[in-house]
């Protein structure tokens, strides 16, 4: 499973520039293109809203060591973690992990440039509010991307672009993945055995997409 952690993000403040890495993706008009803002599904939104079908969702498709509780998954709500429709954010209750979900319907080849942003906006909201100095236990975040598109995912699961290895050196080098569940990898019978809200909202999804195809 991709995690991003406190390490990778003491990593990623100090060896780049944030802002000097998000000028990247505009330095070139053939490799970054201005995407449309991916379509909303409401119907995905709302069920991911639900703490009980979240919990669903993640005990069916992560390979997690343990099962959760929906008792134990709050929605996360950080004044300084600004979230777009498409993203939503969790946190266990009683552990220092972090649940960041996005549901694309598009290839955006700046996605990674703000999964890596999202990430340390929400260790650093995070810092502000531990109440003790003495941490013994620092944050992690759980990527996960779920594609509802018709076209084939072709971005990398590894943020290892040249333009980020320009900005990074030796040991240092960051190398953030997320976890990817692409619908036109599941087949219709594995969502059927799921049983879940949203694998039945994705089962849906995806013979729309094969409909459309034809």
């Known amino acids: 499973m991709e995690v991003f952690n406190y390490e990778d993000y003491i990593k990623a403040i100090h060896t780049f520039r944030l802002n000097a890495v998000m000028k990247l993706a505009e330095c070139s008009e053939e490799e970054y293109l201005i995407q449309t803002k991916p379509t909303k599904d409401e119907t995905i939104k709302e069920i991911l809203n639900n703490s009980k079908e979240m919990t669903a969702f993640l005990n069916a498709f992560m390979e997690l060591k343990k099962k959760l509780n929906y008792k134990d998954l709050i929605l996360y709500q950080g004044r300084r973690v600004k979230l777009k429709d498409t ?21 955006d080849i700046n996605f990674p440039y703000r999964l890596l942003n999202l990430c340390i906006d929400i260790i650093q909201e995070w810092s502000r509010n531990v109440k003790s100095k003495e941490v013994t236990k620092y944050p992690q975040i759980i990527p996960i991307v779920i594609y509802i598109g018709k076209e084939k995912w072709k971005l990398p699961k590894k943020i290892k672009s040249q333009q980020l290895e320009k900005t990074t050196y030796g040991e240092n080098r960051l190398n953030l993945g997320y976890n990817l569940i692409d619908i036109n990898k599941i087949t219709n019978k594995e969502l059927i055995l799921k049983d879940t809200m949203l694998s039945k909202a994705l089962l849906i999804k995806k013979l729309k997409i094969q409909k459309m195809k034809k």
């Not at 993203?87 to 319907?105: D, P």
């Open 87 to 107: 993203e939503i954010l969790y946190k266990l209750k009683k552990q220092e992990t972090f649940f960041l979900i996005y549901y694309e319907t598009d290839n």
